[in-house]
Nanobody, 119 residues
Framework: QVQLVESGGGLVESGGSLRLSCVAS????????MGWYRQAPGKEREEVAF???????KYADSVKGRFTISRDTAKNAVYLQMNSLKPEDTAVYYC?????????????WGEGTQGTGSS
């Protein structure tokens, strides 16, 4: 079992910034990819950004140029720097990890953290 703990959510004005953090622990799994999803009120959960170990990041079109995802593989951590926040970015943000353990493949999720950009 991989445990993911998110932090850094909060309420900021439009145009402001938030930095989300997620740290994984508690498993022999090797984490291959970490990323962020979000779910806004009345909307389906959507992928925001992800980054594989040692690989390049990919972003949803809606956040390109504003959000930056980064990894610290030694800490099994992933971060999401969110700049120029808009009201449409308001959502619960979930950390995700894709991990393997001797051939087993699993997805793991954090509990979510609220991020709000308000005007």
């Amino acid at each position: 079992q991989v445990q993911l703990v998110e932090s850094g959510g909060g309420l900021v004005e439009s145009g402001g910034s938030l930095r989300l953090s997620c740290v994984a622990s508690g498993s022999l799994h090797i984490i291959r990819t970490m990323g962020w999803y979000r779910q806004a009120p009345g909307k389906e959960r959507e992928e925001v950004a992800f980054i594989p170990n040692g690989g390049s990041a990919k972003y949803a079109d809606s956040v390109k140029g504003r959000f930056t995802i980064s990894r610290d593989t030694a800490k099994n951590a992933v971060y999401l720097q969110m700049n120029s926040l808009k009201p449409e970015d308001t959502a619960v943000y979930y950390c995700n990890a894709y991990a393997t353990n001797d051939g087993d493949e699993d997805d793991f999720w954090g509990e979510g953290t609220q991020g709000t950009g308000s005007s």
